[in-house]
């Protein structure tokens, strides 16, 4: 490559770096062209900035989010009693039906706290607290669904569900009262705009409805109970559907929906942008506590007691330690699997410029599905070998990395929709990386899909097989690049032969990336 | 507080951003000034930032670090046998050296990664890849603990941590040498310096010791076991000791020991610079996930089986439930112990300019000792009310949070003896946030001692009474400033009562801390 293209990669880093370093104060203000420095306004003695608080918040709220597929992927499946075993299958769905809600309730509670932590910016000691405060009941709430689901007939779950609710309301309030009382923690745009006061009761308005709903379903629960996780689930349900909904509809018509100029905070569009750093935070907590949860596994089951190694193995350790040869090959398999969906999630955002609502909502289910990873490498190696549940659980593995792998797609596709806000130029349409990315994304979803439809037409697969093919998946990204440029040259070769060569087209894509990104935006 | 005073803090809050954006590249580069910009140097197609690699890496290795603390907190403890329980406390004893040596040994190589890749600043997908690598043999060094505590005698332990040793030391070279094959992904410094290939030798010499010391354990383990024990003990401890007698003699002589001027990265000296944001990261990482582990508790524990409640309580959950009243206070109590212990590590380093290895290492021991509040939490609420077990429980738990907190401590008077360069000039000597810092820092380990004391006096005391104490604690640090204001001005009172009031003294302080920080460092 020539001395011209390089100091256009100067300028792509020169872009990175920016971004890295501003990212904080851009988001905040993201929506706002022309704001101000984040430092023109008055301050306060005590003021901090809110980078390490929420970058905590976020890791605590991946981590209870994912932590409750342990208590599913610790059920023991054996039994060769039919009756025993439909009462384990009972409780499995009891469990995994928790882990989602868990999953989803949580998630919807993060959204709801980096808005409110767009508006307010800036904290002190007295809101570090009533965050605190706010983050233990969130860490509570799994307990109520726990309860919910194992007497989904007694109403003690839903009441204190919505207790938890209740108070983390009141508590959010009191921090959009305190930080309004105190405007010099806000926003910069809302700091300088006339109408302090309708920016407070709308957030209000916005933080309140959800207790309100909780409150109106614990005083069904009284009357009919069946009636309040109606409610609760149109509570958390709410949000994703009318999205959804919204975001089908301006695209069927292409009729965007207008917001009133005063109020640019908590709209609940898809589009509304949330903080693109603290999307990548929460799923790196979400892709660590995966990935470690496995070797806690191996830790806890995998280590002979004494005794037996001396009575049964002649005190010989090796032998021991060979009946769990299968499950270090499957620890080593899905650690690569959690790590290679991690690399791929990070190649995507290393090029997205904005995360919307709606493609944290496909993150949110991707993650959902990688959480469930630990569930499928507790099933490949819990049956006997070459039997029908080992294929069953193959088949289950392939499914959940199917899924994790396609939203991650998904993500992309949603972002092309609406490339010039949200891509890079170097994976839009026509950019250099484009073909590359769109290759990273869809190997995952094509290798389960391929294994899932080799283990219908075989009988047999063993377990042992799967693992290997998930170790070997990272030396498939490795030689990715190669393939996809001698791909592009072939089809070039096919298409335009009197093309000389492959350079010139690199040089023409260079043209149109140079352009500087943000001249792109505005 | 005046106009003036206002003009002061927008250029504290200034600075704070500045500090905030340029972290990343500030902290690679911090020991030359006049460093240019990282842009400054050629690139290459596919480079990126290693920001969230990074971030990623910390995730994983902190939860690694801290997860082993399940194992111990899940021992059962009750038995009414005498022999039963000695053999108990021999397991207990076993899973405690596990997780004690997994937390050292991790962030030993933690340590090690972020000096790694202070060198190497930007990646490409081959290393993101290698760096995953290091990361699962990483989280799987805790197995071998566990063979290691479980068959002392046997070699196998032995033999698999010095094999995860040794491949690691061999893809961290590769990383090494990779990079230094490419210079546009190291540290500008390293990029414009004559000498790269000095820099490559002295780096893989640095890095290669650790894998050879165990290549040498892992000979001597087939001649003598206990040899090679001792042998890992050096590997782990030396670069602490070391340190710790460096500094000591530094002090005590005042003599600073010279660093030829080729070689400014991997000194060992423990000033040298560690980033200050993966010291943040890896702190918020074991915060959180301690946090967790708690509420993972609950849910799987405090469940009642539907048919108990049904037979046992005449299917009434609430009386159910009840018995596990004191196990909510518990969790209640621990997670506002952890949240708050987070809460002054926060303020701490809010204040911290730069984190240097002894301060890491410091850093380090505390976090050593919030990770074992979940067993704290198991303690106190295992064993029947008003009995011995009971008081040394609670016993424990003050040890283990008066330890956390006088480490953090200690944090703060290691940065007081350099506070010219570590600390921000509000928390130094005589800065307006000064005492106000020692209080909040020493809030903790005095309630702990207090409760100490207290438990060796009183004959009963009972858990719940200690958890309640837990949950006050939070008010003690939102009244804390107006108690330390109320403390100063009396002694001002008392002291010198020829001062008028004491906003000239504020306003003297100002004088001082108004210079601008970096005019003070240079």
Request: aromatic share 12%.
């Amino acid at each position: 490559m020539g001395e011209n293209d390089n100091s256009e990669i100067i300028e792509h880093h020169v872009e990175e770096e920016m971004e890295k370093k501003g990212t904080r104060s851009r988001t905040a203000s993201s929506s706002f062209p022309g704001s101000v420095t984040p430092s023109d306004r008055e301050g306060h003695s005590g003021t901090q900035s809110s980078h390490r608080l929420l970058a905590y918040s976020d890791a605590l709220i991946s981590i209870i989010a994912t932590v409750m597929i342990l208590p599913v992927a610790h059920t023991k499946l054996q039994g060769n009693d039919e009756e025993l075993r439909q009462s384990v299958q009972l409780l499995l769905s009891t469990k995994i039906a928790v882990y989602l809600m868990t999953f989803l309730i949580v998630t919807v509670a993060w959204a709801a706290h980096i808005r409110l932590f767009q508006v307010i910016v800036r904290i002190d000691d007295c809101l570090a607290l009533l965050n605190l405060a706010c983050m233990m009941l969130i860490t509570f709430l799994p307990y109520t669904f726990s309860l919910m689901a194992t007497f989904p007939e007694n109403i003690l779950g839903i009441l204190l569900f919505c207790g938890c609710v209740m108070v983390m309301g009141v508590i959010q309030s009191v921090i959009v009262v305190y930080a309004f009382s105190r405007p010099f923690l806000l926003n910069e745009q809302i700091q300088i705009s006339e109408n302090l006061t309708v920016y407070k009761h709308h957030i209000l308005k916005v933080i309140m409805r959800v207790p309100l709903m909780c409150f109106l379903a614990s005083i069904f629960s009284f009357i009919l109970f069946q009636i309040s996780y109606v409610l609760l689930a149109i509570v958390i349900f709410l949000p994703y559907i009318s999205r959804s909904l919204k975001w089908c509809r301006s695209k069927a018509i292409g009729q965007v929906e207008e917001t009133p100029d005063s109020i640019l905070f908590y709209t609940f569009l898809p589009e509304e942008p949330l903080s693109k750093d603290r999307v990548e935070a929460f799923s790196d907590g979400v892709y660590a506590i995966v990935a470690t949860l496995l070797i806690l596994d191996i830790c806890e089951d995998n280590v002979p007691d004494p005794t037996v190694v001396q009575k049964q193995f002649g005190g010989s350790l090796i032998a021991a330690l060979q009946d769990y040869g299968p499950e270090y090959l499957a620890y080593f398999g899905s650690f690569a699997t959690v790590g290679l969906l991690w690399f791929v999630h990070h190649s995507l955002f290393l090029h997205v410029t904005k995360a919307t609502r709606f493609m944290s909502m496909l993150n949110t289910f991707s993650l959902a599905f990688v959480g469930g990873l630990p569930l499928a490498y507790q099933l490949t190696h819990e049956f006997p070998r070459n039997s029908r549940n080992e294929l069953e659980a193959i088949q289950i593995s392939c499914v959940i990395i199917f899924f994790a792998g396609i939203f991650q797609l998904a993500i992309w596709v949603v972002a092309l929709y609406n490339e010039q806000e949200t891509l890079h130029p170097y994976v839009r349409y026509g950019g250099r990386e484009h073909v590359f990315m769109l290759a990273k994304l869809s190997l995952y979803p094509l290798v389960a899909l391929g294994t899932f439809f080799l283990t219908c037409i075989l009988s047999q697969f063993s377990a042992s097989i799967f693992h290997l093919m998930e170790i070997t998946v990272p030396f498939a990204f490795l030689v990715l690049r190669l393939l996809v440029r001698g791909g592009l040259a072939m089809l070039r070769l096919i298409f335009c032969p009197d093309r000389p060569d492959q350079g010139s087209v690199v040089e023409e894509e260079d043209d149109e990336t140079r352009v500087p990104f943000n001249a792109l935006v505005t």
